[in-house]
């Protein structure tokens, strides 16, 4: 599993992009869960979902900061 493209993140509208946020979110928040019981098997979903929560941010502040 390649680590995620900032194109993916600048193609989603407003909605998606904060729904993709809250979902990776959810999904990181698995991810400790699953880590803390001893049920985590692949670690490299860590990283590669701060990536992309680090890319769908980004994209997200951007589109802010162009409104103002």
Do not use: Y
């Not at 909605?15 to 990181?28: F, G, P, S, Y």
């Not at 670690?43 to 941010?57: M, S, V």
């Amino acid at each position: 599993m390649a680590l995620p493209k900032i194109a993916d993140a600048i193609a989603l509208t407003d909605e998606e992009l904060a729904a993709e946020i809250i979902a990776v979110k959810r999904t990181l928040f698995d991810l400790r869960l699953r880590q803390a019981t001893r049920r985590l098997e692949k670690t490299h979903e860590f990283k590669h979902n701060r990536h992309k929560l680090a890319q769908l941010l980004t994209v997200e502040h951007q589109r802010k900061t162009a409104k103002v």
